[in-house]
C-alpha cells in the first residue's frame, strides 16, 4: 500500500532495514517524493534489484541480478478463491538470466531449481485436492496442459463493495479549492506506468483521443487555452505541489474548463535507448495526503513559456465536416428502420441521376468485374464495436513488420502505419443548422472544423479498402500495384520504383513510402538494427527498403498458409479460421475477416446486413472494406454522419 511504503521510507532513514531487494517495481522513478527515496535507499547496505533491463532503481543499487523475461519464466495464481493456473515459458531464455524466484532458493541455502520447486509444491499441496487423476505426475501433467486447475469449492463471484462512496466523494471535494485550477494525472493507454516506455511500437502508438505520439502533453479545455492565449503545441510551464515543469500543451475538446491532464508514464532518465529523457515525469505532482498517493492536485498554475514544440500527431482533421465517412443512426430510428442513417445516394450524371455503381467507367458487357472463381476476400468492420483502442495497430506493426520512424518523422507526416483508427468529433455547427441561420458555405466549413464543447467521438478503422476498381493500380506506370484474382490489392516491391502516383491517387489517403531504409539505419535506431530486435521481425514477410510503396496486404502470407493447410487436408478454408493479424487481435471482434464467395461466412452475412456501407461510395472504387453504420442510444441530435 502507499501507507507501507511512506513506512518504509521512514525505516531506511532510520537505518533499521538491512537489505532490500527490488522485483517488478521502479520506486526511483515511479514514487511522488523519489529524490527523498533514493536519500532513504543509500542509508541500506544491501540493495538488490532483478529488473530485466536497467532503470532508474536498478541504478543505484548493489547488485543486479537481472531475471527472466515473464515470457521465459514458470509460476501460478490463485485469480478466483479455488481456481489455480499455471504460468508456463513460452520461449528459452535468450540471456543469460535466472528467474527472481530460482535466486532466492539458492540464496537461502537450497539446491532446487524453481521449476521443480514449483512441481513439487503442486504434487504435493494441489494434489489432494482433485479426484481426476489417480497419480500426481498425471495431475501435474494435466494441469500443465490445460493450464487451469479448478477445486470443488471454486468461486468465481465478485467480492463485495465494502466502501463509503459519499465518504470518499467528500474527501475529493475537501482537497479541491474553490475556482481552483485542478491537475489530473493519467494513465496513457501505450505507456502505462511507464515499465514499457522503452518499446518503440508503444511509444509509436496513436493516443485514441488525441492521437499523438512519442510525448505527454498538458491537456486543457479550448474555452481556457483561448482565454489565455494558448494554442497546440504552446510550451507552458506547469506548476503544482511545489514542481515546476515545462510542457507542451494539447487543446481537448471534452474537457472541463478548469481541468488540466496529464500523463503519467514519461520522462524516464535510466531506461533504453528509445525513451530515456522523452517526454516529463507526471509522478512528482502526486501529493502524499492520509498515506495516499493521490491523482488530482488542486491549485495549479500555467505559464505560456512563448516556445511551440510541434507535437507528432498523425491527425488534423478531427471533424466530418458534413461528409458520410462515418455513418450514424440512433437506436430508436434504427430499430423503427434497419437502414437508418445508410442513405443511398444518386448522383448526377449526363444520363440524368444514377446511383454510383451503376456508373461505372471499369465495366463492360464482356467483363462486368474482375473474375473471382475461387475466394473474394474482405472484411467488414462494425463501428458500434470499435473502441480505439489501437491493439490492432500495435498487431499490424507487430505482423508486418513494419518500421518504427521515430517522433520527427511522424511529426513530418511520414508515418508507416498500413491501419490507422481515425477519431472524429461532433460539431456545434451542421449543414442543417446552416441552412437555417443562413450560414455560408465558407463560414459553415470554418465552424465546422471546430469540435464543440462536449463533442461525442467515433473511432474508424482505415486501412488500404482492396478496391475492385483501384485507382492506385491504373496510374502505377511499372505495374508495381495490381489486382488478384481473389478481390486483393497486391505491391510487388521489386518492381516499385517510388513514383508515387498510387499514393496520389488513393482516395483513402492508406499508402506508405518508404522515405528511408529504416533497417540498420542509425538514424532510425529503434527495433532494426541489432540482432535481438530483428528477432521480432517476421520471416514471412518482406521487410521493405528505401523509395519502395507499401501498404496493408491483407496478411497475404496468412492467407497463404491457410489455403496450404486446407489444401494438404483436401479441403477449402473454413470460415474464420484464416484471420488477419487486425482481425485477430481485436479485444472487441469489431473486424470481421473472411471470403465474400462462402455464402455461408459471417463476412457474407455482414454484407447483406442494412448497416452496411462502404466509404466514399460516389467514386465507386467499389473497395472490399464494408463498415457498420454506428448506433448511438442517444437522441437524433448527433445522428448520422452530417452531422459531424
Known amino acids: 500500500s502507499d501507507q507501507a511504503m511512506v513506512d518504509l521510507m521512514s525505516d531506511m532513514n532510520a537505518g533499521n532495514i538491512k537489505a532490500v531487494m527490488f522485483l517488478n517495481s521502479n520506486p526511483a522513478y515511479s514514487l511522488p517524493n523519489a529524490e527523498a527515496f533514493k536519500t532513504a535507499l543509500s542509508k541500506v547496505d544491501l540493495k538488490i534489484s532483478f529488473a530485466t533491463a536497467k532503470d532508474e532503481t536498478s541504478a543505484v543499487c548493489n547488485y543486479i541480478c537481472p531475471s527472466n523475461h515473464y515470457l521465459e519464466s514458470w509460476g501460478d495464481a490463485e485469480p478466483y478463491k479455488g481456481i489455480y493456473s499455471i504460468i508456463q515459458p513460452t520461449i528459452r531464455n535468450i540471456y543469460d538470466t535466472r528467474q527472481a524466484e530460482h535466486s532466492?532458493?539458492?540464496?537461502?541455502?537450497?539446491?532446487?531449481?524453481?521449476?521443480?520447486?514449483?512441481?513439487?509444491?503442486?504434487?504435493?499441496?494441489?494434489?489432494?485436492?482433485?479426484?481426476?487423476?489417480?497419480s500426481a505426475s498425471a495431475f501435474w501433467n494435466k494441469t500443465v496442459h490445460d493450464g487451469v486447475f479448478e477445486t470443488s469449492g471454486a468461486s468465481t463471484s465478485g467480492a463485495n463493495f465494502g466502501g463509503n462512496i459519499d465518504e470518499a466523494a467528500s474527501a475529493i471535494a475537501s482537497r479541491k479549492a474553490e475556482g481552483s485550477l485542478d491537475l489530473e494525472l493519467v494513465s496513457?493507454?501505450?505507456?502505462?506506468?511507464?515499465?514499457?516506455?522503452?518499446?518503440?511500437?508503444?511509444?509509436?502508438?496513436?493516443?485514441?483521443?488525441?492521437?499523438?505520439?512519442?510525448?505527454?502533453?498538458?491537456?486543457?479545455?479550448?474555452?481556457?487555452?483561448?482565454?489565455?492565449?494558448?494554442?497546440?503545441?504552446?510550451?507552458?510551464?506547469?506548476?503544482?505541489?511545489?514542481?515546476?515543469?515545462?510542457?507542451?500543451?494539447?487543446?481537448?475538446?471534452?474537457?472541463?474548463?478548469?481541468?488540466?491532464?496529464?500523463?503519467?508514464?514519461?520522462?524516464?532518465?535510466?531506461?533504453?535507448?528509445?525513451?530515456?529523457?522523452?517526454?516529463?515525469?507526471?509522478?512528482?505532482?502526486?501529493?502524499?495526503?492520509?498515506?495516499?498517493?493521490?491523482?488530482?492536485?488542486s491549485g495549479a498554475t500555467v505559464t505560456n513559456t512563448g516556445v511551440n514544440n510541434t507535437l507528432a500527431s498523425i491527425q488534423e482533421a478531427h471533424t466530418l465536416m458534413g461528409r458520410e465517412i462515418v455513418k450514424e443512426t440512433t437506436l430508436e430510428e434504427w430499430v423503427a428502420h434497419p437502414d437508418a442513417g445508410n442513405h443511398r445516394h444518386k448522383f448526377e450524371t449526363s444520363e440524368g441521376k444514377k446511383y454510383a455503381k451503376d456508373v461505372d467507367l471499369w465495366a463492360t458487357e464482356k467483363y462486368p468485374e474482375h473474375p473471382k472463381p475461387n475466394h473474394h476476400w474482405g472484411m467488414s468492420i462494425d463501428l458500434n464495436a470499435c473502441i480505439g483502442c489501437g491493439s490492432c495497430v500495435v498487431a499490424c506493426q507487430a505482423e508486418n513488420n513494419i518500421p518504427v520512424v521515430g517522433k520527427q518523422e511522424v511529426a513530418n507526416k511520414r508515418g508507416m502505419e498500413w491501419i490507422r483508427i481515425d477519431r472524429y468529433y461532433t460539431s456545434d455547427m451542421t449543414k442543417a443548422k446552416a441552412k437555417e441561420e443562413h450560414v455560408g458555405k465558407v463560414d459553415m466549413y470554418h465552424q465546422m472544423e471546430v469540435a464543440e464543447e462536449n463533442p461525442q467521438v467515433v473511432f474508424q478503422p482505415m486501412m488500404c479498402q482492396h478496391c475492385n476498381h483501384a485507382p492506385c493500380e491504373t496510374v502505377c506506370?511499372?505495374?508495381?500495384?495490381?489486382?488478384?484474382?481473389?478481390?486483393?490489392?497486391?505491391?510487388?516491391?521489386?518492381?516499385?520504383?517510388?513514383?508515387?502516383?498510387?499514393?496520389?491517387?488513393?482516395?483513402?489517403?492508406?499508402?506508405?513510402?518508404?522515405?528511408?531504409?529504416?533497417?540498420?539505419?542509425?538514424?532510425?535506431?529503434?527495433?532494426?538494427?541489432?540482432?535481438?530486435?530483428?528477432?521480432?521481425?517476421?520471416?514471412?514477410?518482406?521487410?521493405?527498403?528505401?523509395?519502395?510503396?507499401?501498404?496493408?496486404?491483407?496478411?497475404?502470407?496468412?492467407?497463404?498458409?491457410?489455403?496450404?493447410?486446407?489444401?494438404?487436408?483436401?479441403?477449402?478454408?473454413?470460415?474464420?479460421?484464416?484471420?488477419?493479424?487486425?482481425?485477430?487481435?481485436?479485444?472487441?471482434?469489431?473486424?470481421?475477416?473472411?471470403?465474400?464467395?462462402?455464402?455461408?461466412?459471417?463476412?457474407?452475412?455482414?454484407?447483406?446486413?442494412?448497416?452496411?456501407?462502404v466509404v466514399l461510395e460516389e467514386l465507386n472504387v467499389q473497395p472490399n472494406i464494408y463498415y457498420q453504420v454506428k448506433v448511438r442510444n442517444t437522441k437524433a441530435k448527433h445522428s448520422h454522419g452530417g452531422h459531424h
Not at 110 to 132: E, H, I, V
Not at 480 to 494: D, I, P, V
Open 188 to 297: 496513457d493507454l501505450s505507456m502505462g506506468n511507464g515499465n514499457q516506455a522503452n518499446n518503440p511500437w508503444l511509444q509509436e502508438m496513436p493516443d485514441p483521443i488525441s492521437r499523438v505520439t512519442w510525448d505527454n502533453y498538458l491537456a486543457m479545455a479550448p474555452a481556457y487555452a483561448n482565454e489565455n492565449g494558448i494554442k497546440d503545441g504552446d510550451v507552458v510551464t506547469l506548476s503544482a505541489n511545489g514542481k515546476s515543469v515545462d510542457v507542451p500543451a494539447l487543446l481537448q475538446p471534452g474537457m472541463a474548463n478548469n481541468s488540466l491532464a496529464l500523463a503519467i508514464g514519461y520522462g524516464r532518465t535510466n531506461t533504453g535507448k528509445v525513451a530515456t529523457d522523452l517526454g516529463v515525469n507526471a509522478y512528482q505532482f502526486m501529493p502524499v495526503a492520509d498515506g495516499t498517493f493521490s491523482n488530482m492536485i
Open 104 to 134: 532466492l532458493l539458492k540464496w537461502s541455502g537450497s539446491d532446487s531449481d524453481y521449476y521443480t520447486y514449483l512441481k513439487k509444491n503442486w504434487t504435493s499441496a494441489m494434489f489432494g485436492k482433485q479426484n481426476g487423476t489417480t
Open 477 to 613: 506506370p511499372v505495374a508495381a500495384t495490381t489486382h488478384s484474382s481473389e478481390g486483393l490489392n497486391m505491391m510487388a516491391y521489386n518492381r516499385c520504383v517510388g513514383t508515387r502516383y498510387c499514393a496520389n491517387n488513393c482516395p483513402y489517403k492508406v499508402r506508405r513510402f518508404n522515405w528511408f531504409k529504416y533497417s540498420d539505419n542509425k538514424y532510425f535506431d529503434y527495433n532494426m538494427n541489432n540482432d535481438l530486435g530483428k528477432m521480432v521481425l517476421n520471416p514471412d514477410v518482406t521487410v521493405r527498403s528505401r523509395g519502395v510503396m507499401e501498404k496493408c496486404t491483407m496478411c497475404v502470407q496468412r492467407l497463404q498458409y491457410g489455403k496450404l493447410e486446407a489444401k494438404k487436408e483436401k479441403r477449402r478454408p473454413v470460415d474464420g479460421e484464416i484471420k488477419t493479424a487486425c482481425a485477430q487481435t481485436c479485444p472487441t471482434q469489431a473486424i470481421t475477416f473472411g471470403d465474400f464467395n462462402d455464402k455461408n461466412s459471417k463476412l457474407s452475412a455482414a454484407k447483406k446486413d442494412e448497416r452496411s456501407y
